[in-house]
């Protein structure tokens, strides 16, 4: 079992295990990213950020860009359809962040990323897929570059070889694969099949990171199992609940784990509104753990009505508040 959890190496970079926190949108800020790593995660990657809008200066995409206080190692994920834009941002994330590692997102269905031609209309475009990937591997001299991409834009449009191919040709360190289609979305089940066919394909060139459907320990160890892949990338299984790392790592070198207390759950979450009231302001902290905290409460008692309050939460005193007697 041990050999499941093992380093890895993305170009240069040396990681001590194989469980990395995914780029999510509008939820991997440096606060969330920071318990994540307090609780075992091994790799850690910013929510996407807009190379448009980094060209364009843009100070409030600067701060998805920051390096959270334990971070001795994370990657930004930056995403753009236009190959001159996408090399200039990448001199800016180098230049300003000191990141390790710079990934392009060629995966996100969103449609008004993929309308710019970003996103999963990379995966479908490999040759845009290859002058992106060139240039930013070129701009980024030397530090690693990665791609996360989906299995095609449709069942019947399957284009993930073609992807994975150009990508490996402009010098890319490591691929993730998202095995849904852009028309899936995050809806139906991912295809690990497809993950183990771009392991065979990719024959130990480079690294191969699986992500989708990774909501309990044990998603990863039978990721991990049945298709090879280097390293497992939990997203939405990690909101609320980044104990998934520690809580994976002790069943795939142990083969058990033991539940996190409520207690504990909830005083990461109190820690993760600090961190992000001290990074933002108190308001916007406020809000935007409305649906953490939501999460963090699933499966504690009286959650629901815990829940209930917490929608309406508007400052750290109100969460104190709702939780005494909890903590």
Request: charged share 25%; aromatic share 8%.
């Amino acid at each position: 079992m041990s050999a499941l959890y093992h380093p890895v190496k993305i170009g240069n970079v040396e990681l001590k295990g194989n469980l990395f926190l995914a780029p999510v949108a509008g939820y991997s800020d440096c606060a969330f990213r920071s318990v994540c790593v307090e609780n075992g995660a091994c790799f850690t990657y910013t929510e996407m950020v807009s190379a448009e809008a980094l060209v364009r200066n843009n100070t409030k995409t600067e701060i998805l860009m920051k390096r959270a206080c334990n971070e001795k190692a994370y990657a930004v994920q930056i995403f753009g359809g236009e190959s001159s834009v996408m090399s200039e941002a990448t001199e800016i994330v180098r230049n300003k962040t000191g990141c390790e590692v710079i990934d392009i997102n060629c995966g996100c269905p969103v449609p008004k990323i993929v309308k710019t031609g970003a996103g999963s209309a990379l995966t479908r475009d490999p040759e845009r897929l290859y002058e992106i990937a060139d240039a930013v591997v070129k701009a980024a001299k030397g530090i690693p570059v990665t791609v996360k991409i989906r299995s095609g834009w449709e069942v019947t449009k399957l284009t993930w070889k073609e992807a994975a191919a150009a990508a490996i040709d402009a010098g890319v360190s490591a691929i993730t694969i998202h095995p849904r289609t852009k028309t899936q979305g995050y809806e139906g089940h991912s295809d690990w099949n497809i993950m183990k066919e771009l392991v065979d394909f990719v024959n130990g060139r480079i690294p191969v990171f699986g992500s989708g459907d990774l909501f309990r320990p044990e998603d990863a160890r039978s990721m991990l199992e049945q298709t090879g892949v280097d390293g497992v990338m939990f997203a939405r299984g990690a909101m609320g609940n980044p104990f998934i790392f520690k809580d994976a790592t002790s069943l795939l070198t142990t083969g058990s784990y033991e539940s996190v207390p409520a207690e504990i759950r909830i005083k990461t979450g109190f820690a993760e509104l600090e961190r992000l009231a001290a990074e933002t302001t108190e308001e916007h902290a406020c809000l935007e753990m409305r649906k953490r905290f939501s999460a963090y409460s699933k499966g504690i008692q009286n959650g629901a009505a815990l829940r209930a309050k917490i929608v309406h939460a508007a400052t750290i005193q109100d969460y104190k508040d709702i939780f005494a007697g909890q903590i």
